[in-house]
């Protein structure tokens, strides 16, 4: 386990002495948003993997879709522009974003047939974008 950790930091170290991400510069306010969500974005993942881990299959669709997938997109279309992270985005970073929507709505749509297993199968792809994302993108 000390071995695990020490890799860790190590690895860590090397990616933080040389962050080769683009930066996406977007207005303070959009940064919160994007801050803000993306930490509700977590919240929601591990209530789906909970509800997938006790078998309550259907619900984790219902909720995937509501909080992650195309239906939950727009969340921020109220906000002045100052504070809506999508128009401020890079297109192909926006583009990552609009595909992790779909890759929950299309999990959501096979977790609504309570499908156990094609749903387990799926469930990589809830993150996929996310991971995608975070490795090619930055805000500061």
Not at 47 to 68: C, D, N, Q, R, W
Not at 80 to 104: C, E, L, Q, T, Y
Not at 120 to 125: G, I, Q
Request: proline share 6%.
């Amino acid at each position: 386990m000390k071995r695990l950790i020490l890799i860790g930091m190590l690895l860590a170290g090397n990616v933080l002495a040389e962050d080769t991400r683009q930066l996406a510069t977007l207005p303070p306010a959009a940064q919160e948003s994007l801050r803000e969500e993306m930490l509700d974005n977590l919240i929601q993942l591990n209530e789906i993997l909970g509800l997938m881990a006790a078998g309550k299959v259907k619900e984790a669709g219902v909720l995937a879709e509501s909080s992650l997938g195309v239906a939950s997109m727009g969340r921020h279309r109220a906000k002045p522009v100052d504070a809506r992270p999508g128009p401020h985005m890079p297109p192909a970073m926006h583009g990552i974003g609009m595909d992790g929507h779909k890759a929950v709505s299309e999990f959501a749509r096979v977790a609504a047939s309570g499908d156990r297993d094609k749903a387990m199968a799926l469930l990589p792809n809830l993150t996929s974008a996310c991971v995608g994302c975070h490795a090619a993108y930055r805000t500061r």
